[in-house]
């Protein structure tokens, strides 16, 4: 069975994180994410959805921007935007999360300003990233010789 099918006949599902797109907010093999179905509206900015990549990968980003036919999506910890994520490729939205045994709603204060700040520093946050990797890779590349 699916993420898709599980959901459709649990309502939910409750996964271990794998990967380190969503850092800082969830941590690969210590955190998992809470997902419920979509109860057929669209999706929000700041919207954390699990969609399907084709094939058959399953992908946990944050919507951060809402198009007229489909949507823009980031990953937390990503420098490179989604593009063309339509509504029949999200399978659900996250509702909470588990962190330290301790489950959180998404509806909390603290996630709330985690979000927010999150999404307003994109442009900021990104290009530090990106400057970060290309500093990384010449030094690695100076240090080959």
């Not at 509206?41 to 919207?47: A, E, I, L, T």
């Not at 910890?77 to 509702?95: L, S, W």
């Not at 290309?134 to 100076?142: D, E, I, Q, T």
Request: positive net charge; charged residues 30%.
């Amino acid at each position: 069975m699916n993420f898709k099918e599980y959901i459709e006949k649990n309502g939910s599902l409750t996964y271990t994180n794998v990967g380190v797109s969503m850092m800082p907010l969830l941590r690969q093999g210590k955190d998992m994410f809470i997902v419920s179905k979509r109860n057929g509206q669209r999706c929000n900015v700041g919207d954390v959805v699990l969609y399907r990549r084709p094939p058959d990968k399953y992908v946990l980003h944050r919507v951060i921007e809402v198009r007229e036919n489909d949507y823009v999506i980031l990953g937390d910890n990503c420098v490179k935007k989604e593009y063309g994520i339509k509504d029949e490729d999200i399978i659900a939205v996250m509702t909470g999360y588990v962190r330290n045994g301790r489950e959180h709603n998404v509806l909390e204060k603290g996630y709330r300003l985690y979000s927010f700040l999150w999404l307003h520093t994109i442009p900021f946050r990104t290009g530090m990233k990106k400057i970060s990797l290309k500093l990384k890779r010449m030094v690695k590349k100076l240090s080959k010789r």
